[in-house]
């Protein structure tokens, strides 16, 4: 434990040594997965490095990193840390609910007893080696027998959860065709945008990844592009089925920017058109226009310049929807023009 604990301290002491080199002092509580339940309140928040980093109240209007640490952050055997906090860079991680930190207290918890039991192994161990008694030597090689097993079983579970937690194919129609991203005739169908192409990269780069997380699963990322500043954020953490929401910075993001600048990407696992919920949203939040990446190649483009008939415009989506499955090319177009006729601007882009 001291030594963990002293490595720690140590680590934090270089950190913060050069960052002072640079006149830098703030610093975020890294997310991670399983971590310290003590410390999770503190997991996405900036502080004001006055331990490490020789910081000042007036750097900035957040905490100081000493309040923090006098509450408890960075105790002994600890596993957070921090990074260098840069503003005009990051995306902060939304705050860990109840629920999260609930469960990460569950997870220590199965730890804890798992380290236990390997103790205990090792002290029944030791007494069956060393007895001079051989009664004493048996009966402590049953109980070290004992504890071996359970901490085996504590470390399968441990094991189990770690894996079940880890992305899998859960829907086979859903999965991506990584020949189809990987190709060069996948990277020019963004070509088609009309994009820059600093903007038309960034594009294709927040898509494939989108689709190389999601690929198997029913769930969607969204991501947020600033077609002025270039700046981009993504949400992968949503984990409700055919949905995604911005996340608070993320709408801050839109508030801030000028209007019809933002151009919002998401996948959709089924491969179907943009929804009537995408086309409301990307009407209310003015973006410049709206990506969808389809898990089987295909690519919508969809940009709103008025006021729209809702009942008319869904009853259209899901004919071109099943028009698009059809292959029926020719009701295709004509339906594009019924949109255009309702301000509804929209390319659609289908993988050979």
Known sequence: MAIKTANKRAYLR???EERAKYGLSLVVVNSRQCGCPDCAKYIGRVFIDDVYSNGKKSDGDYPLLSTAIAEGLFHPRCKDSTSTYYPELEDLDEPLSDDEIAELDRQRGLEEKQQHAEKQAERFDRRAKYSLDEDNKRIAQ???DEWHDRADRLEKNISNEAESSNPKIVNTDS???KQIIDSSDYRKMFDKLGENSKTTRSIFQQVKAILNHR??????????????TGKFLTRTDYSVKKQCVPSKSMMAMVKKA???????IHN????SVPSLDDINSAWKKKYKYGIIACHNGNIFKYKIVGDYNQGFVDFLLDKLNSCIYNEDIDTVNKILESLKKQNIEMEVFLWK
């Not at 000028?258 to 919002?264: D, F, Q, S």
Request: a negative charge; glycine letters at 8%.
């Open 14 to 16: 270089g950190e913060g």
């Open 142 to 144: 049953k109980r070290a």
């Open 175 to 177: 999965v991506v065709d």
């Open 215 to 228: 690929s198997g699963s029913n769930f969607e990322d969204l991501s947020f592009i600033d077609s002025v």
């Open 258 to 264: 000028k209007p019809n600048t933002v151009i919002a």
């Open 268 to 271: 959709h696992p089924n491969s």
